[in-house]
């Protein structure tokens, strides 16, 4: 929802005042030591353009300062904890509101999917290019990898199947540590993200 992909960081978006404030960590030296330059306040700012941008310390008293309005909230993630709500009364769960907004994609997001879907492309050319029998499955997915690494998309957009002979049967195959055989079927399922946009493309093709 804002493009922001650091780490413990909230999103407030006031439906009353029509603010969108992002709450980022105040990160220091050590932080830095072991993970690279940290971007200034004023560069974050620049990069997710917030109306207002604070440090998550500040959240407790900006949620106590609502009082108590009503607020939706992403709930029951795992991975992303909540936040003490505090007096704040919550009326919905966020997510299958943002599924069907998701549906929706902009221009500049259209763009990015085609991007994906080319650099996936030209990875899956790769591997079938490339592939032969003598490997073992998981070579074809560093093929994959490799290539769209190479092209400026950065992730995997889920763990890949690479899968020849009979284990193409098993739908999520993951213990690709076969060697492939000469005239086989080999099945790929793959994709990459590139700026947040994911692709997702099957093929089956000959080994021999």
């Known amino acids: 929802m804002t493009g922001c992909q650091q780490s413990d960081c909230c999103a407030l978006f006031d439906g009353v005042t029509k603010l969108y404030t992002l709450f ?14 940290i971007p200034s306040f004023d560069e974050q700012f620049q990069m997710y353009k917030p109306d207002q ?51 929706i994609k902009d221009a500049a997001e259209i763009q990015d999917l085609k991007k994906s879907c080319e650099i996936n492309t ?3 050319h790769h ?4 592939v032969k029998a ?30 020849s002979g009979a284990n193409g049967s098993t739908l999520h195959f993951v213990n ?16 990459c993200e590139y700026n947040l946009a994911c692709s997702d493309h099957t093929r089956t093709f000959p080994t021999g």
Not at 136 to 160: D, I, M, P, T, W
Request: net charge negative; charged share 20%.
């Open 24 to 37: 980022v960590p105040r990160l220091g030296a050590e932080h830095e030591l072991w993970m690279g330059k």
């Open 122 to 124: 030209n990875a899956f």
């Open 53 to 103: 941008l604070m440090y998550t310390e500040e959240l407790p008293k900006q949620l106590s300062a609502l009082g108590h309005r009503k607020c939706h909230a992403i709930l029951n993630i795992p991975e992303i904890p909540n936040q003490d709500m505090q007096n704040l009364e919550i009326v919905n769960d966020l997510q299958p509101m943002i599924a069907e907004l998701r549906i």
């Open 134 to 163: 003598g490997m073992r499955e998981y070579q074809a997915e560093a093929l994959h990898q490799y290539s769209f690494l190479n092209q400026g998309a950065k992730f995997v957009s889920f763990n890949a199947i690479t899968a």
């Open 176 to 191: 690709n540590v076969n060697v492939i055989g000469e005239n086989q079927t080999f099945i790929l399922d793959a994709g």
């Open 127 to 130: 591997v079938m290019s490339n």
